[in-house]
T-cell receptor
Framework: NAGVTQTPKFRVLKTGQSMTLLCAQD?????MYWYRQDPGMGLRLIHY???????AKGEVPDGYNVSRLKKQNFLLGLESAAPSQTSVYFC????????????FGPGTRLTVT | KNQVEQSPQSLIILEGKNCTLQ??????????LRWYKQDTGRGPVSLTI?????NTKSNGRYTATLDADTKQSSLHITASQLSDSASYIC?????????????FGTGTRLLVSP
């Protein structure tokens, strides 16, 4: 039981390049989330999904797209990376929203130069 | 605006000593309050989750308290160990119907010194 895994762990992009971050969970959770963590700020929700085939915008969705084609996977895409997207990205999953505990992945450190 | 504020920002204590971290929130409606531990370079890991009716919850050497009237919470660490060195994040879940968003504090960075 691996929990929540993320790939890659580190990535450096040039401005304008694109990439996809992959999140996978093996807990059969319905809900999945993408957050970003920046120095001096709390984690902020980018996008989330309440089930396979559904996605919704969070607090800071601009510049990102997501897809949930399979229940266990949640992909985060950057179509044209900008230096402002330099951050640590965390994926999380939970059985339910609100009262449900969220399990976090180990994070992806992304630098955009 | 819903906010979660934590104090102190950072703290250094000697191994074996106790410490208390503070959290104040303005989130409304309120569903629950959580404390997470985040080791450097890792994702947050849940320590406790408390609902409106719970005043105290323990997880080993970690004890969280909640005063829903004053919208304050604290996390007390007893007999600290070197492995307690980490950031501790207070998180409040919004209540209401539909999707319940989490509001994260910026964390308290704790260093336990030998």
């Amino acid at each position: 039981n691996a929990g929540v895994t993320q790939t890659p762990k580190f990535r450096v992009l040039k401005t304008g390049q694109s990439m996809t971050l992959l999140c996978a969970q093996d807990m059969n959770h319905e809900y999945m989330y993408w957050y970003r963590q920046d120095p001096g700020m709390g984690l902020r929700l980018i996008h989330y999904s309440v089930g396979e085939g559904t996605t919704a915008k969070g607090e800071v969705p601009d510049g990102y797209n997501v897809s949930r084609l399979k229940k266990q996977n949640f992909l985060l895409g950057l179509e044209s990376a900008a230096p402002s997207q330099t951050s640590v990205y965390f994926c999380a999953s939970s059985y339910s929203t609100g009262s449900g505990e969220q399990y976090f992945g180990p994070g992806t450190r992304l630098t955009v130069t | 605006k819903n906010q979660v504020e934590q104090s102190p920002q950072s703290l250094i204590i000697l191994e074996g000593k106790n410490c208390t971290l503070q959290c104040n929130y303005t989130v409304s409606p309120f569903s629950n309050l959580r404390w997470y531990k985040q080791d450097t370079g890792r994702g947050p890991v849940s320590l406790t989750i408390m609902t409106f009716s719970e005043n105290t919850k323990s997880n080993g050497r970690y004890t969280a308290t909640l005063d829903a009237d004053t919208k304050q919470s604290s996390l007390h660490i007893t007999a600290s160990q070197l492995s307690d060195s980490a950031s501790y994040i207070c998180v409040v879940s919004e209540g209401g119907t539909g999707f319940q968003k989490l509001v994260f504090g910026t964390g308290t960075r704790l260093l336990v010194s030998p």
